[in-house]
């Protein structure tokens, strides 16, 4: 690499290593109150639904999708 080269490349990005990076200013605070047992169970199942029942249902239904020959 030459040395006009480095100088133009260093002359570039020289400037954008001076420019400030704004912060997000986002304060976070523990929950008014926790989330119960009863509450957990409900969320987990619902992922576990969500996920695993199509799933399934494909699996279960894969000779119906199969193209006949």
């Known amino acids: 690499m030459s040395v ?3 100088l133009l490349l260093r002359g570039l990005t ?3 290593r001076r420019l400030p990076v704004p912060r997000a200013k986002v304060h976070s605070m523990p929950p008014e109150e926790e989330l119960g047992i009863m ?3 409900i969320g987990l ?3 576990f639904v ?3 029942l199509p799933a399934g249902w494909i699996l ?3 000779e119906d999708y199969k ?3």
């Open 14 to 16: 020289g400037s954008a």
């Open 60 to 62: 279960s239904h894969l």
């Open 39 to 41: 509450e957990k169970a």
């Open 50 to 52: 969500s996920l695993f």
């Open 45 to 47: 199942t619902f992922c």
């Open 67 to 69: 193209r006949p020959e």
């Open 4 to 6: 006009l080269t480095s």
